[in-house]
């Protein structure tokens, strides 16, 4: 997913959810030595992923994205809540992310409704 796909998916989403304006996006590069594994805390913030990495698994609270898996029906690109990323490779590798905060946590989305 490109950024410019990604910027235009998250107006339609968060119009969705209610919050057309009243958000704004920050651009996240994770950079992962080989075999490491990060967590993103996220309950109140989505994660969309751009730019997707081979060999690295991202799962949440939403569900996985994993090239690699063929166990899965849909891979996902949106995250929230508990976010662990995992490069399972030899390599150095890089993964980006638009965050999404929503400018009034009182507003923040419930997952129910997501």
């Known amino acids: 997913m490109t950024t410019a796909l990604a910027q235009e998916y998250l107006?339609?989403?968060m119009a969705e959810l209610g919050f057309a304006d009243q958000y704004y996006i920050r651009l996240r590069h994770y950079v992962l030595r080989p075999?490491?594994?990060?967590t993103i805390h996220a309950d109140v913030h989505l994660f969309l992923l751009i730019?997707?990495?081979v060999m690295v698994r991202i799962q949440s609270d939403y569900g996985i994205y994993d090239l690699t898996v063929d166990n899965v029906n849909e891979l996902?690109?949106?995250h929230q809540g508990l976010i662990e990323v995992e490069n399972y490779s030899s390599h150095l590798q890089h993964v980006?992310?638009?965050q999404v905060i929503i400018q009034n946590n009182d507003h923040?989305?419930?997952r129910r409704k997501v």
């Open 11 to 13: 107006r339609g989403r």
């Open 35 to 38: 075999k490491q594994v990060i």
């Open 51 to 53: 730019q997707p990495p």
């Open 76 to 78: 996902q690109y949106e």
């Open 96 to 98: 980006q992310f638009i």
């Open 108 to 110: 923040a989305p419930d």
